[in-house]
């Protein structure tokens, strides 16, 4: 048995990181497990981790995927860091404990495999973004941006048609198996999945549904509610200031996005992250940020999820507790 001491301070290679997912699970076999659930353009499987405890309640999940958009280094670089967080924690403290017990989780370390690997080529290829699909006909560029590419009123802004556009959407909704991954396993699993995590960078933000059309969703009080409290848990720890708004607000108007799909389809909290910085290092942010980063967005993460667990479990912590005080109350009459 081969201890893998692994970096959480560097970027890592697309390998590097395959063989560290494989690793999660020999390390933790009681309570992760990989699943494969897509393959990429150039026949990478697309893994998540799953983490949880088995219960024989019926349980409900949370969704997180990193690296949809290639040159995004720190987004894999935060899954990674949340799920080594996650599992050093769930056996000493018992808040962790009980969501391991009520929630699984649904890791992607990098949806965009192929994207991921072009932009680790060579300086020139570093700020790919797209997936690695030829463009349609006679174009002779490369990739559509899976992030404009999803069932979402595809098309209609913030998009190109152009095949060479870093924001090409692609020929049709879904065009990209990446994407159809993703749809296949929310659509398959929307009764269960309470939250939408899909992580970005740059620019400090936490974007809230919807990003195009211009319109609100009804737990849109809610979900600013719970994005605020998610960037005052963030600027507690380094003093970061995250933004949250929904993108016209604050960035511009764009269709065919996961969020707003996950939104869409019925998952009542979907937020995008965008992690730092705020355009001084954007896409190369170095690897001495990589810690604080991910320290400030993993408690980012956890407000938002403790937020949602404690909403959809509260009945039955209830019960739990008026159990316990109806077990004592009984024991004292005696
Ligand atoms: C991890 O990587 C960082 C950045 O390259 C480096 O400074 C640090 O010394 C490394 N840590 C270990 C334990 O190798
Ligand atoms: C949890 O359940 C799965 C599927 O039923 C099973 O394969 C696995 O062994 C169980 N793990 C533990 C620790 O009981
Ligand atoms: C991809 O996953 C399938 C199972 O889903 C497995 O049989 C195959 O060996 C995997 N391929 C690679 C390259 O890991
Ligand atoms: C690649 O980029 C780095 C950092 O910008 C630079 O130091 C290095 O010289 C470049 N290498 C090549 C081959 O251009
Ligand atoms: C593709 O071919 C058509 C006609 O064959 C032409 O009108 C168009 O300009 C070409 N597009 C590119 C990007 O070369
Ligand atoms: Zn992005």
Redesign the pocket.
């Known amino acids: 048995n081969t201890v893998l001491v692994y970096n959480y301070t560097n970027y890592h290679t697309m390998d590097e990181i395959s063989d560290w997912i494989q690793q999660m699970e020999k390390d933790h076999p009681d309570v992760v497990s990989r699943m494969v659930y897509g393959t990429t353009y150039e026949k990478r499987n697309i893994t998540l981790l799953k983490i949880g405890l088995n219960n024989t309640m019926p349980k409900k999940a949370i969704w997180m995927d990193c690296g949809i958009h290639a040159r995004e280094w720190i987004s894999p670089a935060f899954c990674q860091h949340f799920v080594k967080e996650i599992l050093g924690s769930y056996k000493t403290d018992g808040k962790m404990r009980k969501m391991f017990k009520n929630l699984d989780f649904y890791i992607t370390p990098v949806l965009n495999m192929d994207g991921y690997v072009y932009s680790w080529k060579?300086?020139s290829t570093?700020l790919w973004r797209k997936s690695r699909s030829p463009g349609p006909g006679n174009c002779t560029c490369f990739g559509t941006d899976l992030n404009r590419n999803f069932y979402a009123n595809w098309g209609m802004v913030g998009i190109s048609r152009n095949c060479c556009s870093d924001i090409y959407s692609g020929e049709r909704a879904l065009s990209e198996p990446e994407a159809k991954a993703v749809t296949d396993f929310l659509s398959a699993n929307r009764n269960n999945i309470l939250c939408f995590l899909t992580i970005h960078s740059h620019g400090q933000l936490i974007l809230v549904p919807y990003g195009y059309p211009d319109i609100i969703p009804p737990n849109y009080d809610e979900l600013m509610q719970v994005g605020l409290a998610a960037a005052k848990a963030i600027k507690d720890v380094h003093g970061m200031d995250y933004t949250v708004e929904t993108p016209p607000n604050v960035l511009y108007a764009n269709s065919g996005s996961s969020r707003d799909f996950a939104r869409l389809i019925g998952i009542p909290f979907s937020f995008t992250f965008e992690l730092r910085d705020k355009g001084q290092h954007g896409f190369?942010l170095p690897e001495a940020q990589i810690q604080p980063t991910c320290e400030e967005a993993y408690q980012g993460a956890l407000s938002i999820i403790t937020y949602v667990h404690d909403k959809t479990f509260a009945s039955a912590a209830y019960t739990e507790t008026a159990t316990l005080w109806i077990t004592l109350w009984a024991i004292l009459a005696l």
Do not use: G, K, V
């Open positions: 060579d300086n570093r190369t």
